[in-house]
């Protein structure tokens, strides 16, 4: 399989193509290592705001239980995240 994939991956790209000849796995590995570079996944405002609209609209219950508590970590940081996020 190996050596198939290594013949598959040397093979001449069409003229039309954007890049190298990729093989299964081969763009997930690419982007597993942008976000790597990056320092993580890039999140929007939009999807912060979504998150805490979310969150604020949950949880409403006085009895806290510890998913409640992890809920309430998670719109913690989200709103951490919020004030200290990079604008895609």
Same mark, same amino acid.
């Given at each position: 399989m190996s050596d198939l994939m290594k013949m598959h991956r040397e093979m001449e790209p069409s003229p039309s193509a954007k890049g190298p000849v990729l093989v299964a796995g081969d763009p997930?590995?690419?982007?597993?290592?942008? *976000?790597?570079?990056?320092?993580?996944?890039?999140? *929007?405002?939009?999807?912060?705001?979504?998150?805490?609209?979310?969150?604020?609209? *949950? &949880?409403?219950?006085? &009895?806290i239980t510890t998913s409640s508590r992890k809920i309430l970590a998670l719109k913690k940081y989200l709103l951490i995240l919020q004030n200290n996020v990079k604008y895609y």
């Open positions: 997930e590995r690419i982007h597993m290592k942008e *976000t790597d570079e990056q320092g993580g996944i890039k999140v *929007t405002i939009l999807i912060i705001s979504l998150l805490l609209k979310y969150f604020s609209t *949950t &949880n409403k219950s006085s &009895n």
